[in-house]
Nanobody, 125 residues
Framework: QVQLVESGGGLVQAGGSLRLSCAAS????????MGWFRQAPGKEREFVAA????????YYVDSVKGRFTISRDNAKNTVWLQMNSLKPEDTAVYYC??????????????????WGQGTQVTVSS
């Protein structure tokens, strides 16, 4: 089992940047593929970005491509989401998620076994 704790959220003006962190504890971090999801008020939880176990492949939702970067350091048991050029529509609670499944669809929340508690990101216009 793995425990996930997000940090780094906050209030930022449009065009600004934030870096979210997700610290993992428990079983070997490198055995988990990781993802970031977000949920805005009144909306469904949506996929944002994902990274494979060794970090060799990353995936992004179209709306954040070129602005967000997911990365990980397995030695530090941490995954990050660097968010640049933030827009008001990026406002949401951001969740870190992990999956130990061998076969999974990176953009589906149902694929992930473990979730953090979420961190609020608010982008003002």
């Amino acid at each position: 089992q793995v425990q996930l704790v997000e940090s780094g959220g906050g209030l930022v003006q449009a065009g600004g940047s934030l870096r979210l962190s997700c610290a993992a504890s428990g079983r070997t971090f490198s055995s988990y593929a990781m993802g970031w999801f977000r949920q805005a008020p009144g909306k469904e939880r949506e996929f944002v970005a994902a990274i494979t176990r060794r970090g060799g492949t990353t995936y992004y939702v179209d709306s954040v491509k070129g602005r967000f970067t997911i990365s990980r350091d397995n030695a530090k048991n941490t995954v990050w989401l660097q968010m640049n050029s933030l827009k008001p529509e990026d406002t949401a609670v951001y969740y870190c998620a992990a999956t130990s499944d061998s076969y999974y669809y990176y953009a589906s929340s149902a694929s992930y076994n473990y979730w953090g508690q979420g961190t609020q990101v608010t982008v003002s216009s």
